[in-house]
């Protein structure tokens, strides 16, 4: 097994600062010879100057790239098309590569993750919990808010072309094996940003039809949504519960995917607040920690 060189990010001005906030946490938990690389698109003076102030400190552990590709617009979403240029850069590099969402956290080494058995697919990534959740909440007819659980499932099962949900995955944390993809012919579906431009969900619907034959599911310790906790309700199948304990508690990567962010965490919606009153616990320890690794982050900069 080849291990995995080179992670990774796409910032845009919306997410400069938490990208460099992961980037630092992944330098901290992987080798010295893994490349942390930055693709970004014209940013502020001031975001441009925090990325080399950071690429300069971190000397050639990482390289900064620039995308000359035009994107389509996207609608409807809370990110922005730049969320599109994944799709562009991971086909540039050669064996395989870490691709990571600017709104992770690494909390331990990535070495095993790096080096993870793709047992012959294009694609590694972890299952989606919030389409889990939709998925087995569809199924229980008995239960309050079925109807419009049934509904989201039975457009989202429509959009995409699937017949379930199950191994629906999230693409914020991604190990592609590009050599694969192309020996799968997958490249050239793979890089159309307009077809992906035009599903609800964007690039990680695209990935899900695409390569949807040809991803392996990891463990969800390796990107674990605030601590999957969509996957606590007694819907889910005790067995996936039971395989999502340490994702919740413990997680390698943590990802703070959706509008609610910890450097956002006064400007919640109310639903996010209430929902807190049963996972406060777990959500405000994630949160603590990316505050304590953007400190860290502005004080190696210091150095």
Known sequence: MVDCKNILYCLDNNFTECTLTSAHSAMLHTADDVTINLLHDELSRDNLSLVK??????GERVQLHTLSDKLPSISGSHITNFALARLLAIPSFLGRVLYLDGDT??????????????????????????????????????????????????????????????????SGVMLVDVDRLNVLKLTDDFRDTEKAASYRWHDQDHINVVCHDNIHILDSTYNSIWGNLALRNSVIPRALRVSQ????????????????KPWRHDKQRIGMKLRQLTTRRIENKFTREWLQARDQLYASLRE
């Open 245 to 260: 304990r340490e994702a919740m508690t413990n997680p390698v990567v943590v990802h703070f995917a959706g509008k609610q």
């Open 53 to 58: 102030s950071f690429a300069n400190t971190a």
């Open 105 to 170: 956290l690494i909390r331990r080494d990535l070495t095993p993750l790096l080096r993870y058995d793709l047992h012959g697919a294009a694609v590694g990534a972890a299952l989606c919990p919030t389409h889990l959740s939709w998925w087995y909440k569809s199924r229980s007819t008995l239960r309050p808010g079925y109807k419009r659980n049934n509904a989201v499932t039975l457009q989202r099962l429509s959009q995409l072309g699937f017949s379930t949900l199950e191994h629906y995955v999230n």
